[in-house]
T-cell receptor, first 114, second 115 residues
Framework: AQSVTQLGSHVSVSEGALVLLRCNYS??????LFWYVQYPNQGLQLLLK??????LVKGINGFEAEFKKSETSFHLTKPSAHMSDAAEYFC????????????FGGGTRLMVKP | NAGVMQNPRHLVRRRGQEARLRCSPM?????VYWYRQLPEEGLKFMVY????????ESGMPKERFSAEFPKEGPSILRIQQVVRGDSAAYFC?????????????FGPGTRLTVT
């Protein structure tokens, strides 16, 4: 069975500061990992995904994430926060076989202070 | 290429009524997933469908909930005799291939309120 834990349901940073959102997963097989962003009253938009090609994955809007198998982690980072980054972020795992659903973490709400 | 469409965006039902939520996948996508997001929680998988087939319904409540994806037309999530605990945002996602590494594209969701 697969599961995802996002440490910190709320994270607050100042504009221009580093963003670090934590995600740890468990999976019985090599996983595929995803980060999605959700703006208020909207659906989810994919930021980036890990599919074993490279451990450092670059996504949209300046975000990136590093897959660390030894730590079973896939933390999301951005060097400099922008006000428009304020949203809810979800980490998700898929075990990769055909049609497998996504298992989501509980989400982290990012607040950016001016 | 239009994205995943869901309607209605907001739905209010009284306890005991039926709710029908519709999802039109992206053009060319034949794999549809439904997820539910309860207040202050992450998304939970409900059901995975391909055209005319339910592939995985392990996340569906055993009673009152059903889903279909007919040969023609949108996928439908149907909730009979709604209760207050059904109040949530319901998201549909579609993908082209259905593989585990395949990106799922999400619709804007239907927010169901049961009064």
């Amino acid at each position: 069975a697969q599961s995802v834990t996002q440490l910190g349901s709320h994270v607050s940073v100042s504009e221009g500061a580093l963003v670090l959102l934590r995600c740890n997963y468990s999976s019985s097989v090599p996983p595929y990992l995803f980060w999605y962003v959700q703006y208020p009253n909207q659906g989810l938009q994919l930021l980036l995904k890990y599919t074993s090609a490279a451990t450092l994955v670059k996504g949209i809007n300046g975000f990136e994430a590093e897959f660390k198998k030894s730590e079973t982690s896939f933390h999301l980072t951005k060097p400099s926060a922008h006000m428009s980054d304020a949203a809810e972020y979800f980490c998700a795992v898929s075990e990769g076989h055909a049609g497998n659903m996504l298992t989501f973490g509980g989400g982290t709400r990012l607040m950016v202070k001016p | 290429n239009a994205g995943v469409m869901q309607n209605p965006r907001h739905l209010v039902r009284r306890r005991g009524q039926e709710a029908r939520l519709r999802c039109s996948p992206m053009k060319g996508h034949s794999h549809v997933y439904w997820y539910r997001q309860l207040p202050e929680e992450g998304l939970k998988f409900m059901v995975y469908l391909q055209k005319e087939n339910i592939i995985d319904e392990s996340g569906m409540p055993k009673e009152r909930f059903s889903a279909e994806f007919p040969k023609e037309g949108p996928s439908i999530l149907r909730i009979q005799q709604v209760v207050r605990g059904d109040s949530a945002a319901y998201f549909c996602a579609s993908s082209p291939l259905g593989g585990g590494e395949d990106e799922q594209y999400f619709g804007p969701g239907t927010r169901l309120t049961v009064t």
